[in-house]
């Protein structure tokens, strides 16, 4: 079993500060974890994701995120928020896709605002 | 690359009447697609895995006969909300699964009058 868990269901920060977005997830299998992020109305855009190898990944629009096995993290980073930046974000956990049919996991997003 | 598409992107129906939405992979193959339904302001809930050329896995709790999936070819599976009722009116999203990644398409705005 999987479960996703985002601590803030709000967040803002002033146009140029740090974003950071936490998440943490339960696996009982060597988890993938991504994150995505959703403008209004509109689809998931895929932001980054991790499966294996270099624990620190980087993404789209310059997000990154470090995954952090003994703290079950993978919490979400950008240096310098923009405007463009708001929106709503979801982390998500599934096992290996390798072969199977795994299923995405999401948390229960972070809603991101930009102060001008 | 890994675009997903749905259509339509937003649809109004009278109760009682059905819908159907589609769902395409635009430049790879999909052999696994899922249907994802998404209530104002909340995240995503999973309502069924679609799998070319088999019976579709539904959730717990999502009605089968009511939220009909096919998925006749490699880039194309298709949702068909039965009878539709004022309840089923939500965001409908698809994604497709390319080496081990889900791709979402932009979803469907269904509502029910």
């Known amino acids: ?116 | 690359g890994a675009v997903v598409s749905q259509h339509p992107s937003w649809v109004i129906c009278k109760s009682g009447t059905s819908v159907k939405i589609e769902c395409r992979s635009l430049d790879f193959q999909a052999t696994t697609m899922f249907w994802y339904r998404q209530f104002p302001k909340q995240s995503l809930m999973l309502m069924a895995t679609s799998n070319e050329g088999s019976k579709a896995t539904y959730e717990q709790g999502v009605e089968k006969d009511k939220f009909l999936i096919n998925h006749a070819s490699l880039t194309l599976s298709t949702l068909t909300v039965t009878s539709a009722h004022p309840e089923d009116s939500s965001f409908y999203i698809c994604s497709a699964r390319w080496v081990g990644v889900q791709y979402f398409g932009p979803g469907t705005r269904l509502t029910v009058l």
């Open chain 1, 1 to 116: 079993a999987q479960s996703v868990t985002q601590l803030g269901s709000h967040v803002s920060v002033s146009e140029g500060a740090l974003v950071l977005l936490r998440c943490n997830y339960s696996s009982s299998v060597p988890p993938y974890l991504f994150w995505y992020v959703q403008y209004p109305n509109q689809g998931l855009q895929l932001l980054l994701k991790y499966t294996t190898g270099a624990t620190l990944v980087k993404g789209i629009n310059g997000f990154e995120a470090e995954f952090k096995k003994s703290e079950t993290s993978f919490h979400l980073t950008k240096p310098s928020a923009h405007m463009s930046d708001a929106a709503e974000y979801f982390c998500a956990v599934s096992g290996p896709t390798n072969f199977g049919n795994e299923k995405l996991t999401f948390g229960t997003g972070t809603r991101l605002t930009i102060i001008p």
